[in-house]
Structures are given as C-alpha cells and as structure tokens.
C-alpha cells in the first residue's frame, strides 16, 4: 500500500472520529433525555419532602425526604417531557395536598433547577434553565441570592462585579470570566463573605449566597464541568459541585495516536524506500 494512500485512509478515520466527537454534545438531545435537579433555598421554611411526577403518571418518579434550607439534590436524568414538582410538608402523607407545586417542561439536552424560593409567607418554586455550555477559553458564573437576613447583596469574583445589590431570591442570568483561581465576596447590608474558588475553563457555576448563623457563606454549584461535558449523577445530596469532573476527552489522544501512527508509518516507508534503492544500487 502506498504512503499516500495510507494517509488518506488514516485521515478519513481521523475525520469520522472528529465527527463523532462533534455529536457528543448533540446525544442526549437525539436519546430524549435532560436532567432536573431540585432545592430548598427558602431560610425560614422548614423542611419538605419533594416529589416529582411525569405528567398524567400519579406514582412519583423521585421522591426527597426531609429536604432542609441549603440543600441541592444531584441532577436526576428524566426523560424529556413534562413533569410536576410538588412539595409537602416533611413527614408528610404522599397523598396530602402538597404546600405548592410547579409545572417544568424538560427539553431533551438541556438542564433545569427548581428551586423553593422566598420567604415562608410568600413561599413559590422557580424553573431555573441551566446553561451547559460556555464561550471558548471562559467560564459562566450566576448568583443565586438566598439570603434573607441581608437586604440587599452585591458579589465580586476576581475582582469582577458579577452581581450588584441583589435583593432576596434575585437570581442573575450567566456572566462570562476569566477561568483561574479566584475571590469571591459577598457584600451585604450589614455582613460580607468570601471565599476562594477554583473555575477551569469551560464549566459553568452558580453561586449561592446563604444564611448561616450569624453571618453570610458562599457555596458554588457546578452546574457543567466542561463545554462538551452534561450534567450527570453527583456524589452525596447538598450544596455543592453537583456534576462530576470526568477524564479529559479521548478524541484529542485519539488524533494525536492517529498522527503518531501516521508518522511512525511514513518514517518506515521511507527507509524501505532507501534500502530499496541501496540494493538497486548494489
């Protein structure tokens, strides 16, 4: 077989994983599945069991038992649809009437969080649609104001104002940053926090700004761990990276294999040619 021919064979296998690469992303969409993750982010409510049902299914898909202020489950994958999120009392019967309940449209490949927000009095749940995906080189941070003893909260990361003078159960859309380690402060009306965190290139976050007693805290929710790379199942229920941080992807070793390979094999037809011609020169 000859050099150029070779190469061509090893370019096209090149390009149809390139291409299959380039699907990755578009997979969940065509297997019709997304992901939906719930929270308790209401202070003074207290703790709740979560259910969730497919539309016109009565036996609940996912049920949370005793979900407490500052909780954020894992993303649960569901098929894409329409389901009903309804909270009861914790302890409560499964077949009592829920305190309130929300209606969320899952769309195959995207993510969704739905959240108890507010105050207990004026208690509600939000639809919140997670973004996956970032601009090259950046990452996207959203604020998540969940504090009710401060009024009003202003958050800087690495110096950025990504947030200024959001008021309870505000919720900012994505800002692009740079990536790196960086300082994240929330400034209240009467207390401030602020905390380190590390965002590499490509995730996407939510900030939470919590009340612990006595003062403010920061936590950050991961809510895609790379451009190319979906929500899935996450260690314990809480606050916290809630979408594991898998390997690095396989497609870039497999083109570097591939070049290698093309390399190692031009390299060997080349000398077979000069001993040829030594021999013919013989």
């Given at each position: 077989?000859?050099?150029?021919?070779?190469?061509?064979?090893?370019?096209?296998?090149?390009?149809a994983?390139?291409?299959?690469?380039l699907?990755?992303?578009?997979?969940s969409?065509?297997?019709?599945?997304?992901?939906?993750?719930?929270?308790?982010?209401?202070?003074?409510?207290?703790?709740?069991?979560?259910?969730?049902?497919?539309?016109?299914?009565?036996?609940?898909?996912?049920?949370?038992?005793?979900?407490?202020?500052?909780?954020?489950?894992?993303?649960?994958q569901?098929?894409?649809?329409e389901?009903t999120?309804?909270?009861?009392?914790?302890?409560?019967?499964a077949?009592?009437?829920?305190?309130?309940?929300?209606t969320?449209?899952?769309?195959?490949?995207?993510?969704?969080?739905?959240a108890?927000?507010?105050?207990?009095?004026?208690?509600?749940?939000?639809v919140?649609?997670?973004?996956?995906?970032?601009?090259?080189?950046?990452?996207?941070?959203?604020?998540?104001?969940?504090?009710?003893?401060?009024?009003?909260?202003?958050?800087?990361?690495?110096?950025q104002?990504?947030?200024?003078?959001?008021?309870?159960?505000?919720?900012?859309?994505?800002?692009?940053?740079?990536p790196?380690?960086?300082?994240?402060?929330?400034?209240?009306?009467?207390?401030?926090?602020?905390?380190t965190?590390?965002?590499?290139?490509g995730?996407?976050?939510?900030?939470?700004?919590?009340?612990?007693?006595?003062?403010?805290?920061?936590?950050?929710?991961?809510?895609a761990?790379?451009?190319?790379?979906?929500?899935?199942?996450a260690?314990?229920?809480?606050?916290?990276?809630?979408?594991?941080?898998?390997?690095?992807p396989?497609?870039?070793?497999?083109?570097?294999?591939?070049?290698?390979?093309?390399?190692?094999?031009?390299?060997?037809?080349?000398?077979?040619?000069s001993?040829?011609?030594?021999?013919?020169?013989?």
């Amino acid at each position: 077989m000859s050099l150029s021919r070779l190469a061509r064979l090893i370019a096209a296998a090149c390009l149809a994983l390139g291409l299959a690469g380039l699907a990755a992303p578009a997979a969940s969409a065509s297997s019709g599945v997304g992901w939906l993750r719930l929270a308790h982010l209401s202070p003074n409510t207290p703790a709740v069991d979560v259910y969730l049902y497919a539309f016109d299914n009565s036996s609940a898909k996912i049920v949370l038992k005793h979900v407490t202020y500052g909780t954020v489950s894992p993303y649960q994958q569901v098929a894409a649809g329409e389901y009903t999120v309804a909270m009861r009392a914790a302890g409560a019967s499964a077949g009592s009437k829920p305190v309130l309940s929300t209606t969320v449209n899952i769309a195959a490949g995207n993510a969704y969080t739905v959240a108890g927000m507010g105050p207990n009095a004026g208690l509600r749940l939000q639809v919140m649609h997670d973004t996956l995906t970032t601009p090259p080189g950046k990452v996207l941070i959203r604020v998540i104001q969940a504090s009710l003893q401060q009024h009003t909260v202003t958050v800087t990361a690495g110096g950025q104002v990504i947030a200024k003078k959001l008021s309870f159960a505000d919720v900012t859309s994505y800002q692009a940053a740079s990536p790196g380690t960086m300082k994240v402060t929330a400034d209240g009306t009467g207390e401030s926090a602020s905390s380190t965190f590390t965002l590499a290139s490509g995730t996407v976050h939510t900030l939470v700004i919590l009340d612990d007693p006595g003062h403010l805290t920061i936590t950050d929710l991961t809510d895609a761990a790379g451009s190319q790379v979906l929500p899935a199942g996450a260690p314990a229920t809480g606050l916290g990276g809630t979408a594991p941080r898998p390997g690095a992807p396989l497609l870039p070793w497999v083109a570097i294999a591939a070049a290698g390979l093309l390399l190692t094999v031009g390299s060997a037809f080349r000398l077979r040619q000069s001993r040829a011609r030594t021999v013919r020169a013989r």
